[in-house]
Each structure stands twice: as structure tokens, then as C-alpha cells.
């Protein structure tokens, strides 16, 4: 079973098979998957159908960097040649992107520098639009979304005052060539292009996870270690916001079928069972001991300092071909927040083998800037089946107009003044008051 379109999900997903629901045997023959669920409410809420059953479980991936996606890297070494510090508010922002365009930081005497560059999967609206109004939009298959909860209500933030002032200020940095044109049409492969640009360093900043995405973690020149995270700017409206982005994503990805055996379903859970255990979790990630994990030596620290280093991976050398060893991702079954903060991890921030610790400190600077009071905790959101074709018909119609309509309004091809309103018209014209209607009713369900 595939991962359903969010937000919300439809029970149609989750039909039971002729053989009963799998919290059968999860009773029967899957203590740790049961420990998991029952110390788990978010997990457990994830894994149970509206009818209260489970049916086939999702996975649990308790990535803290990976839940405050919307993030800014900077080059620092820039910064400091041109005596400039960090920037704080949407002005200060505008203030260093000059700087980094017109002020050859890289030294080369050329007007060679891309001041703050993105991709399409790592969107830069997310990062700057908090300044203005909430966004919970994120990165990694979550940036279009732009649902948030008010007062119990589900409410859609892409029409609203702050979201119009927002796009108006990534347009007057467009306009000025602060924003690299392919920030919004290139694939993730012409960012890192960027980012190893050969010779000179041309990549000033960009609105993404974690800096491997657009730049080689061990470059051999050290670029790497020059980008830091720049916490929420301020906007003109005291806002400084940060999107939260729940990590673990809905969906049972392990099912039975009724064409399996009585014999090989139980087979079947106990080894689900067994990823849930710290061995299995380390071995089902990692591979084999010995050769792409190890236990932690004599003087080696957790992530979390104060708690026992349980395991540390064995990185690929330089240029050789990752060994087929482990399900890596694929065994996230119970990959909870203990288990990430006991991976041995350098303490050097700026080295390959610290690199979980610095987007680890580095995730600080963003975590409890969300804005809680409007999470739309849409993980716990069940659709009725009978609405699951219009529902997604709605919400992809929905989505793709927003952000069409954005990266229009940003690059000026629509002019904000003038087509606002026809826009807002437009999103009204689509369905979202029933989209809207849809989700409340759903989210109404969701125990409380």
C-alpha cells in the first residue's frame, strides 16, 4: 500500500482482509509493535482506521531536523569578509543579499555570486513567508500544503493579508535580482551544482533541510563548513514564525493480504517485530556490524551527551559504492527519538561524522518558533472513503493553483496590485469552501 496524499487520509486505504485486523496478531505474537503503540499516541492514532482498527502499520520516523523543514543556510565566510552579521528581519535579509550580489564576497572579480538560490522540492517561499503570516508549508513532500487550524476551524492560509504581503516582498527581492532565477524551476542536481561550483565559491545561500542538499558534506575545499543556519527573520509585522513539519508520515506500509498463509502472517509480524527491538532497528537501517555499523569505542559521545552511545554507522569511503547491506529507510519502523539520540556522534560540528550534531544544534534555532495554535494535525485526519476521488481532486486543484499563482506574483508576471483579487476569486471558484467543509468534518472525528 502506497502513502496517501496529504493532508488527511483516506479509509480507503485500509480495507480489512478476510483474515482480521492485524492488531490480532500484533496482540498474539508482536509484543514490542504493541509497546510501541500503546506508549505511543500520536503512533497508535496514525495506525487506527475510524472504525478503531488496524489494519497494517505505518512507520515512525522521530527525525527532529527533519520536523522544522523551512530552514535558511548562509554563507558565514561571506558575512564576515564584508563585516556584516546574520540577518534578522526581512530587511536585514534584503541588506546582505545586496551585499552578497554587488560586493564580490568570493573575491574573484567577477559579479559571478547567486545571493540565495532553492529548488522545486526545497521551496524558498516557506522560509521567507513566515516573516509575514504562519506557513506550515515544509520540504521533502511537504511544501504545498498551506492548511493551518484557528480556533477549531480549518482555514487556508494562501488568501489571506499576510500571504498577499508576503509575495510582495519576494517580488521586490526578485525584481532586484536578490532571487536566482532557477530558485523556483531547477531540480535538486543544478542547486549542488551550484553549490560545487568548480573553482570559486558562487552560492551565497538557500532555503533547504540540511546543506547536503546543495553542497558535498567533506568537499575537499572546505565550502561545506561555511554555511550556518540563520534562525526566523522578523517581519515588518513582529512575525517570526517557522513552519512545523510532522516527520513521520501517514500511511500503513506494511500489510498482509488475504492470499497470505495463516503461518506466513505470523512469520510476517514477528519480523516486523524484531525491527522494533534496538537490534533490529540498527541492523534493518544500518546492515551488517562490522562493516557499516559498529559499536561505539571508548570516549565516543551520543548525540544526546547524556545518555550511552547504543551504535555508530561506518561511513562509505571517498568514491566507493555504498554496500548493499541494510533496508535503510525502508526499516524506520520504530525510529523514535531515544534510538536517534543514542547514534555515536562526533562533537565537531564541521566534521563528516558530526554532521546529525550540527543539524541537530542547528534545528534549535527554529524549534517552538512554530506557531502551535495552528498546526492542523492532519496525521490523525481520516477522510470518509466515499469522498477519497473528490477530496484529491480538490486538494491537488487547490495546490498546484497556489503555487502557481505564487511563483507568478513572484517572478511578475502577474502583478499583485492589479490581480489579487482575480486570484482569490479563482481558489473560491476551484472548491475550497467544500475542500474546507471536508476536511473540518474529518478533523471533527478525530478524538480529542
Known sequence: ?????????????????RRGPAEQLIDQYAPN????????????????????KIYGMPQWVDCYHCSYQG????????????GLEQPKTTEDMRTVLRAFKTQDPNGNGKADEIPISANVRDSLIPYFMNAFIYDPQGTSGNNNSTLVLKDGKIDLQANKDGWREGLTYLNSLYKEGLIDKGAFTQNSDALQQQGDNAGTVVLGSATVLHPGIFVTIGSPDGRDKQYDAV??????????????????????TFVLTSKATQEEQIQAIKMLDYIFTPEGEINGMFGTEGKTWAKPKA???????????????????????PPNASWGPLAQYNNTADFRAAESI?????????YERRLFEATKLYDGKEDKAQVYPYWKVWID??????????????????????????????????DWDAYVKG????????????????????PK
Request: proline share 8%.
Open 427 to 446: 481558489l473560491e471558484g476551484l472548491g475550497l469552501k467544500r475542500y474546507l467543509e471536508i476536511q473540518q468534518t474529518a478533523y471533527d472525528k478525530v
Open 299 to 321: 570516549g565516543e559521545v551520543a548525540l544526546d551527551q547524556s545518555m550511552k552511545p547504543l551504535y555508530r554507522q561506518i561511513p562509505t569511503k571517498a568514491g566507493a559504492t
Open 231 to 252: 534562525p526566523p527573520l522578523t517581519g515588518p509585522n513582529g512575525s517570526a514564525f517557522t513552519g512545523y513539519n510532522f516527520p513521520s508520515v501517514p500511511g500503513a
Open 346 to 354: 562526533s562533537t565537531d560540528l564541521y566534521a563528516q561524522s558530526g
Open 1 to 17: 500500500m502506497g502513502r496517501p496524499v496529504h493532508p488527511g487520509r483516506s479509509a480507503q486505504a485500509v480495507r480489512p482482509g
Open 385 to 418: 472513503p466515499s469522498l477519497g476521488t473528490e477530496v484529491a481532486t480538490l486538494q491537488t486543484n487547490i495546490e498546484n493553483y497556489v503555487q502557481q499563482n505564487a511563483l507568478q506574483f513572484i517572478t511578475g508576471s502577474k502583478d499583485i496590485s492589479k
Open 71 to 82: 530552514k535558511l543556510w548562509m554563507n558565514s565566510a561571506w558575512l564576515k569578509k564584508l
Open 33 to 52: 509493535i504493541k509497546k510501541a503503540l500503546d506508549g505511543n499516541p500520536d503512533f497508535k492514532a496514525m495506525a487506527t482506521a475510524p472504525d478503531g
